[in-house]
């Protein structure tokens, strides 16, 4: 697999069940991304890891954990979840820049996850 | 925080024809501005940005103008092709030495008529 892989791509999970999205890139990068897509809405950030470490957390609720063993890995576990929040879930990955230099790399994006809570 | 709006939500164009994508953001110290193309069931990928100490640039058929006094940056697609059809998203961004806070618009459905 190359570039950005997402996994499971589809997901119905009911209320209270507990599951988890799965996102690994391989292109050696050391920044990843969580993003909510939604219909009609922009996509939102959710949640920045920068070499292992968040460094952003959108406001986002706390039945989303998002957990970054290492840089190329990066899960979000999902619990409780409301039927607003079916979306799609999309993971992106950049290299960064350590040691506060301003950098802007693009971010890749990988395919997605569907995911429908009822 | 930053705010970006985008205009017009769709667009159809006839193909051979030009497209025009405004948005205006917020923040007068963003200084990044990516453009995302999105197809249908498939993930963003970028196409074009540009930084604020550039005002224009251009790659083949696709070209960015931003007007920071303004603070506005449309995208320009010429010679509109049907594999133009797509989702097209910008973004602004604020200096932030490491990582990319990106702030999208809502997206422009842009559909090429043959």
């Known amino acids: 697999e190359t570039g950005v892989t997402q996994t499971p791509r589809h997901l119905v999970m009911g209320m209270t069940n507990k599951k988890s999205l799965k996102c690994e890139q391989h292109?050696?990068?050391?920044?990843m991304y969580w993003y909510k897509q939604s219909a009609k809405k922009p996509l939102e950030l959710m949640f920045v890891?920068?070499?292992?470490?968040?460094?952003e957390n959108n406001s986002v609720p706390s039945r989303f954990s998002p957990e970054c063993p290492n840089s190329s890995h990066l899960f979000l576990h999902l619990h409780t979840l409301q039927p607003e929040d079916s979306a799609l879930y999309l993971c992106?990955?950049?290299?960064?820049?350590?040691?506060?230099?301003?950098?802007?790399?693009?971010?890749?994006f990988g395919p997605g996850t569907r995911l429908t809570v009822l | 925080g930053e705010n970006v709006e985008q205009h017009p939500s769709t667009l159809s164009v006839q193909e051979g024809d030009s497209a025009v994508i405004k948005c205006t953001y917020s923040?007068?110290?963003?200084?990044?501005f990516p453009w995302y193309k999105q197809e249908l069931g498939k993930r963003p990928q970028l196409i074009i940005d540009i930084r604020s100490n550039v005002g224009e640039k251009k790659d083949q058929r696709i070209a960015v103008t931003l007007n920071k006094t303004a603070k506005h940056f449309s995208l320009h697609i010429t010679e509109t092709q049907p594999e133009d059809s797509a989702v097209y998203f910008c973004?602004?961004?604020?200096?932030?030495?490491?990582?990319?806070?990106?702030?999208f618009g809502t997206g422009t459905r842009l559909t090429i008529i043959p």
């Open positions: 973004a602004a961004s604020p200096p932030n030495f490491g990582n990319e806070k990106l702030t």
């Open positions: 923040d007068s110290a963003s200084n990044y």
């Open positions: 890891y920068n070499f292992k470490e968040q460094t």
């Open positions: 992106a990955s950049s290299l960064a820049l350590a040691g506060g230099t301003s950098s802007y790399n693009e971010q890749f």
């Open positions: 292109l050696g990068h050391n920044a």
